[in-house]
């Protein structure tokens, strides 16, 4: 093992630089020379590379934000033509191995380059949490802390203007930020994609929280919830006579990507990205590396891709006691 390379692909997620700087550094300490693939696979297609060639090419980026070498969707990447493109110009460039960091979409191009013999390692970089074999993903708890913050600045407002607010964060068809939220914001009910719910019930929790005598009600939702924020609104706006609240919405959208990460993002980040080096250089590769415990630990692709991950919901049961 003489030359790596590293993208970041899909999605960006807070952590994504930490991850660089780490995988960056720990392939230098170990004489490897280390290229940066910009714009994810579109990058490997394009023959986009350039070679980080001392530690300080990553100095000053821990706690900045979004990725340092870009990322994108790449349709290209899951055709024939595409994938060999990007097996030849990693040949062509003698790169011996690749980390890569992103969500499901990217882990599913990692398993199809190990397929063709390319040495990958791959870890989890997505602000939805959905990846299996990790407990938590690189980005989630800085995502989930802006959404807190966000949370408990509408509450003021909310409480000021004795209003009903929802408050519609990421995750179209898994729930976690959204249930994660709601439960360290006391909030008065939560919507998730996995579990249904009928906006009659909606009317139901905003109408008892008024009756309670409380000044505000805060309801958090999923943007692929059975109802999005935007339905429900309006349908509680026609029933505001009834509910006694005014009500507004809040969509917290790609604000939940951005930002410095969190002390627990910028040391996930790290600790992966450097195991993910050392498994390269051990041999061990069409893995990904994950959270399990307290460790860090490899895990098959084919598995990854292979299984789903499912929300806890007896974590919902205890929203619904805490919404009490």
Same mark, same amino acid.
């Given at each position: 093992? =003489?030359?790596?390379? /590293?993208? &970041?692909?899909?999605?960006?997620?807070?952590?994504?630089?930490?991850?660089?700087?780490?995988?960056?550094?720990?392939?230098?300490?170990?004489?490897?020379?280390?290229?940066?693939?910009?714009?994810?696979?579109?990058?490997?297609?394009?023959?986009?590379?350039?070679?980080?060639?001392?530690?300080?090419?990553?100095?000053? $980026?821990?706690?900045?934000?979004?990725?340092?070498?870009?990322?994108?969707?790449?349709?290209?990447? =899951?055709?024939?033509?595409?994938?060999?493109?990007?097996?030849?110009?990693?040949?062509?460039?003698?790169?011996?191995?690749?980390?890569?960091?992103?969500?499901?979409?990217?882990?599913?191009?990692?398993?199809?380059?190990?397929?063709?013999?390319?040495?990958?390692?791959?870890?989890?970089?997505? /602000?939805?949490?959905?990846?299996?074999?990790?407990?938590?993903? $690189?980005?989630?708890?800085?995502?989930?802390?802006?959404?807190?913050?966000?949370?408990?600045? /509408?509450?003021?407002?909310? *409480?000021?203007?004795?209003?009903?607010?929802?408050?519609?964060?990421?995750?179209?068809?898994?729930?976690?930020? !959204?249930?994660?939220?709601?439960?360290?914001?006391?909030?008065?009910?939560?919507?998730? @994609?996995?579990? @249904?719910? =009928?906006?009659?019930?909606?009317?139901?929790?905003?109408?008892?929280?008024?009756?309670?005598?409380?000044?505000?009600?805060?309801?958090?939702?999923?943007?692929?919830?059975?109802?999005?924020? !935007?339905?429900?609104?309006?349908?509680?706006?026609?029933?505001?006579?009834? &509910?006694?609240?005014? $009500?507004?919405?809040?969509?917290?959208?790609?604000?939940?990507?951005?930002?410095?990460?969190?002390?627990?993002?910028? $040391?996930?980040?790290?600790?992966?990205?450097? &195991?993910?080096?050392?498994?390269?250089?051990?041999?061990?590769?069409?893995?990904?590396?994950?959270?399990?415990? *307290?460790?860090?630990?490899?895990? @098959?692709?084919?598995?990854?891709?292979?299984?789903?991950?499912?929300?806890?919901? *007896?974590?919902?049961?205890?929203? =619904? /006691?805490?919404?009490?």
């Amino acid at each position: 093992m =003489k030359r790596i390379g /590293i993208l &970041t692909s899909g999605g960006d997620s807070p952590g994504m630089n930490p991850f660089i700087r780490a995988t960056v550094r720990a392939g230098l300490y170990h004489g490897l020379r280390v290229y940066g693939v910009k714009r994810g696979f579109a990058g490997l297609i394009e023959d986009a590379m350039e070679e980080f060639d001392d530690p300080r090419a990553v100095s000053g $980026i821990l706690h900045r934000g979004g990725t340092i070498l870009q990322t994108a969707r790449c349709p290209n990447f =899951k055709t024939e033509r595409g994938l060999c493109k990007a097996v030849h110009n990693l040949n062509e460039r003698a790169i011996d191995g690749l980390v890569v960091l992103g969500g499901n979409g990217s882990l599913r191009g990692c398993y199809e380059l190990s397929r063709m013999g390319i040495q990958v390692v791959a870890a989890p970089g997505t /602000i939805d949490n959905d990846i299996p074999f990790t407990h938590m993903a $690189i980005g989630v708890d800085t995502a989930l802390n802006i959404i807190l913050e966000a949370i408990d600045r /509408i509450r003021d407002t909310a *409480s000021a203007l004795e209003r009903a607010f929802l408050v519609e964060t990421m995750g179209r068809e898994c729930g976690y930020l !959204a249930l994660m939220a709601g439960i360290a914001g006391g909030v008065e009910m939560i919507c998730i @994609p996995e579990i @249904p719910f =009928k906006l009659e019930e909606v009317v139901e929790v905003i109408k008892s929280a008024y009756l309670r005598g409380k000044d505000h009600c805060i309801i958090v939702v999923a943007e692929g919830a059975a109802y999005n924020a !935007a339905q429900i609104e309006e349908y509680v706006h026609q029933r505001q006579d009834e &509910t006694g609240f005014a $009500i507004r919405t809040t969509i917290l959208g790609h604000v939940q990507r951005g930002g410095t990460p969190t002390a627990f993002d910028r $040391i996930l980040a790290t600790r992966m990205g450097q &195991t993910a080096v050392e498994c390269l250089l051990a041999g061990e590769h069409g893995v990904m590396v994950g959270l399990q415990g *307290s460790e860090i630990v490899p895990t @098959p692709l084919e598995e990854v891709i292979s299984a789903t991950k499912e929300l806890d919901l *007896s974590l919902y049961e205890t929203s =619904k /006691i805490m919404e009490r």
